[in-house]
């Protein structure tokens, strides 16, 4: 049996978009993502997370369902418009009283909350009166938003994470304009970029000087990244491998680890690349408590040859021509029902990668996981798909502590099958199935066989 070190953190995570619902109850406010979904084709089926899996009602019977999968952490996100209908002004209590209700609920069972502040639902209002995350008043507002959260949940939240992905929010959103808000351009990205840096900076400098020392907590942010593994041994693959690895997590952990973004990045893009200035670099630096990483696969990197075209990556790739980089699966890799490859040992490689490069620094996967189609047995799944990809990234993650990574927990995305944003409801990324009527159905399979790893390392 392979045994994880004592204290290591398991979970399982959600985000508010996906799972809430209750998109304009008790004075929520619309965000660019409620806008989003009602262009049409923008979305599969032109879903939306309207009700999504109904958590903003449901969230007792959900905890319940953590509790009794013996869940140490729970990762969950604040909806900014749930606290500030228009992302700045007036709080809406009722968005207070409903995270007081379930981080006191989570407590209540035993259950550590892990809250994300940002996961890609800006306030529609800062996207229509300010261009959003292209406006560099967007960080104070932030600041501001995350002050107030600091202010009414800091006693019981100990642990935080300003931004999730904000690869995502930039490439996606601003870069091929496939998500919220959708945008397409070889600027925006780098510039909506900068202003997640310091919108993520701000935000950790207030917690740092009015609440960190009497709330006892951490805070960090979270990016993601996959593994780049050089098609060949030839030196242009290698470099370009370690250079799509750059403009991908270093683009927005190399400010805060090292104090800049990565030269590869600085020499190509030139002035398209925002500057720091000292003041905000003093800031930047060292503003995590712990380096946050979601990691869900690998791909082959190639230096993109001569004359050839090339392909931007949905997902994956960002903007291939800043890069000069061919990106591909291996033709026997299995793949999940999102068309990612299943590759384990990329992930421990992408570990041992961010230790060497950031010098030791404490890594939580934040998230990890896979979609494959569920088929109901009665009430039960045959979940066996999903247990080996999770048994796979665990004995990489435990390979990458016993090599000296400093990884301290481990997080399954999702808890329940959700809105899976441009991909509407077709996925089944959860840990639980969702029926078309809500109800919680357990894979019995994946809910024991979690449930086991954590009793068999003590953490119960």
């Known amino acids: 049996m392979k045994e994880f070190p004592k204290g290591f953190v398991w979970g ?5 978009y996906q799972i809430e619902g209750a998109w304009n109850e008790d004075g929520k406010g619309p965000s660019i993502w409620d806008a989003f979904c009602q262009i049409p084709s923008k979305v599969h089926l032109n879903e939306t997370g309207n009700i999504a899996c109904d958590h903003y009602h449901r969230f007792a019977e959900d905890v319940a369902l953590m509790k009794r999968m013996g869940l140490k952490a729970y990762r969950f996100s604040i909806a900014w418009t749930r606290i500030l209908p228009t992302g700045k002004g007036e709080i809406n209590k009722k968005g207070i009283e409903f995270y007081n209700d379930l981080i006191d609920l989570l407590l209540y069972h035993d259950i550590e909350p892990w809250v994300t502040l940002y996961h890609w639902d800006l306030p529609l209002a800062l996207q229509l009166e300010m261009d959003g995350w292209l406006n560099a008043d967007i960080a104070d ?6 002050d107030i959260c600091f202010q009414y949940f800091g006693d019981r939240v100990k642990n935080w994470i300003t931004i999730n992905e904000a690869w995502v929010v930039a490439i996606l959103g601003y870069g091929q304009g496939v998500f919220a808000p959708g945008r397409t351009s070889n600027v925006e990205p780098y510039l909506a970029g900068h202003h997640l840096l310091l919108a993520h900076a701000k935000a950790v400098d207030v917690y740092r000087q009015k609440y960190q020392a009497q709330q006892n907590g951490r805070i960090g942010i979270t990016n993601n990244c996959d593994w780049r593994e050089p098609l060949t041994q030839n030196t242009d693959d290698i470099n370009a491998a370690e250079r799509a690895l750059e403009f991908f997590l270093s683009w927005f952990s190399d400010p805060i680890y090292k104090g800049d973004y990565p030269a590869s990045m600085r020499e190509r893009l030139q002035d398209r690349l925002p500057t720091f200035t000292p003041e905000q670099q003093k800031i930047i630096k060292g503003s995590s408590d712990f380096f946050g990483l979601n990691h869900y696969t690998t791909m082959y990197a190639a230096q993109t040859k001569e004359g050839q075209k090339e392909v931007s990556v949905y997902g994956n790739g960002g903007l291939s021509e800043d890069q000069d980089v061919d990106l591909s699966v291996g033709k026997d890799w299995k793949l999940t029902d999102m068309e990612w490859a299943i590759a384990p040992w990329g992930c ?12 030791h620094p404490e890594i939580v996967i934040t998230e990890n996981g896979c979609a494959f189609p569920d088929v109901l047995d009665g009430r039960e799944v045959n979940d066996t798909e999903r247990i080996q990809f999770v048994e796979g990234y665990l004995d990489a993650c435990h390979q990458a502590i016993q090599n000296g990574v400093n990884l301290t927990g ?3 995305w999702s808890f329940l099958d959700n809105f899976e944003w441009a991909s509407g409801y077709n996925k089944q990324f959860g840990l639980h199935y969702i029926q078309p009527d809500t109800l919680r159905r357990i894979p019995k399979a994946s809910a024991d ?12």
């Open 141 to 146: 507002y932030f600041a501001e938003y995350a």
């Open 348 to 359: 421990q490689k992408l570990l041992e990668w961010i230790d060497r490069r950031y010098d």
């Open 410 to 412: 481990y997080f399954l």
């Open 449 to 460: 066989w979690y449930a086991k790893v954590i009793k068999q390392n003590g953490l119960l």
């Open 12 to 16: 399982s995570a959600t985000s508010a």
